[in-house]
Structure formats: C-alpha cells, structure tokens
C-alpha cells in the first residue's frame, strides 16, 4: 500500500528468464505505508515463453499466469484478469528497463489526483542504446499524430505507467497486441480522465534484445499496430460522438477496485 492506496503490478513477459526476476525483486522490495510493502498483489504473465520465465519470476514473489497466444495486449488482459482488486494498477516491463523506484513518481501523481499516470522516458534521462531509432522515431510520430487529432501533448506511449483501477475499467481495453499502450492514452483522452506524464529514466535492458525495438518484425508490428489504433479510435469516435470523449466520472479510489 502507498499513501492508502493498494497497488497491484502487471508484467508481461516472454523469453525474459535472465531480467524479469530481479524486475520483481526490486518491486517487491519496495516499502511503502508504515514499512509494508508499497506493492499488495503482484502478477506476470508468462506470454509463450519457451524458457525459464515463469520459474523465475515466481521464485522471485510474483504470481505467474500463462497465456499462450502472442501479443503485448492480451498479455496485459491476462495478467488484469488474475490481479486481485486494488485501487492501482502500475504496468511495467520484464526486461529491466525502467528504475523500480521511480514507480514512486507515478503512484504520486495518482495520490495526487491524477487517473492515470504515464512515465515518459522523453523527460527522463536515456542511457544510450535504452531506445532504438525506430522506437524514437515511433514515439514522437504517434504524439504528433495524437496532438493533430485530439489536441492533447503526448512525449512518450512509455510501458512504466499507474492508472486507477475504476479508470482502467471504464477504458474498455481491447487491443491484443501492439496498440496497447497508445489505446490507452487515446481512450484517456477521450474520457477526459485527469492524465499526467511524470519523467522516467530509460535504462539499457540487461539482457536479451527488445521485442520491440530490437528486430525488424517488432519495429513493423508496432509500427502497424500503432498507427491503426489512432485511425480506429479516430474512425470510431467520428461515427460514435464527433463531439468528441464522454464525459468523465469520478474516478476516486472509494473502495478498491480490480
């Protein structure tokens, strides 16, 4: 629990055997109200791996769920579905690339108000090779697609992010794979939920090469993946509510929710 707020972590993994144990360890390590642990539930999903990922992140304090089908998504939906109820979700990824500590800086801004909290690596501090061309090149085209569509500034589609539980419901998530993070972010726009971006460090994975950024079908998925979600999202909210998002409910963490 941090600041009367339970937290619960989302980790999709595959192929992750060398990162994903010390990603929970640093985790679950953090201390929270009165010295507890700042995190109350805590869950991989093990997305297809063909190594040790499941065993290490279990031996490591995580709760481990298997989902065979490929994709960042439904990793993320399968993980959501076995997480007990808490007031927070805080999303990461296995592959040690963000500060375990600087989970702190988003669980404020949610204490602080905020529905939704992303960790954007364009205000924080790169360590060289932490981000590839493409993944660069993709994070700035998608947030100037972004701004030219719904007027709203966006630095980062960062996996290191917090949202409210009851938030995260009404989002509806339904990508499976490589839209995830920008569905997000777009929905949040368009349900006017209070969302910030808070400066985040990106770090060199310590092992193994990015699913992402890090081979030629990654790059291409992504990008695919990324510019056909604004254009559904954009195509929908035009036939759905060409005024624009619905209106925002309260999003308070009254009790918790999973």
């Known amino acids: ?16 055997e060398r990162n994903v144990g ?25 997305n297809g791996s063909a190594d040790a990922t499941a065993e290490r992140a279990r031996a490591a304090g995580a709760r ?35 500060v ?21 690596r364009a205000l924080g501090r790169r360590e060289p090779g932490a981000l590839s061309p493409p993944q660069i090149l993709g994070n700035r085209l998608a947030g100037f697609l972004i701004r030219a569509v719904w007027g709203r500034r966006v630095t980062d589609l960062g996996p290191y992010r917090a949202i409210r539980a009851g938030a995260l419901r009404r989002l509806d998530m339904r990508d499976r794979a490589y839209g995830w993070t920008v569905e997000m972010q777009v929905k949040a726009i368009q349900h006017r939920l209070r969302m910030v971006e808070v400066p985040v460090d ?9 699913k992402v950024g890090g081979t030629v ?15 559904r999202l954009r ?21 918790e929710e999973g």
């Open 100 to 120: 375990a500590g600087q989970c702190v800086r988003l669980l404020d801004a949610i204490a602080a108000g905020a529905d939704f909290a992303v960790g954007s």
């Open 64 to 98: 481990v769920v298997r989902e065979e089908t490929p994709g960042y998504g439904i990793a993320c939906l399968t993980a959501l579905g076995a997480l007990r109820p808490v007031h927070v979700v805080l999303f990461t990824d296995g592959d040690q690339s963000f």
């Open 202 to 210: 990106a770090v060199r994975r310590r092992f193994g090469v990015s």
């Open 1 to 16: 629990m941090y600041k009367k707020l339970t937290v619960g972590v989302v980790v999709p993994a595959r192929d992750e």
């Open 217 to 231: 079908r990654g790059v291409i998925g992504a990008g695919i993946g990324i510019l056909s979600m604004i254009a």
């Open 235 to 255: 195509w929908r909210q035009a036939r759905e509510a060409p005024g624009g998002g619905a209106s925002r409910e309260d999003a308070g963490p009254g009790t």
């Open 22 to 46: 010390p990603v929970v360890r640093d985790l679950l390590a953090l201390r929270g109200d009165g010295g507890a642990r700042l995190v109350d539930d805590f869950v991989v999903c093990d």
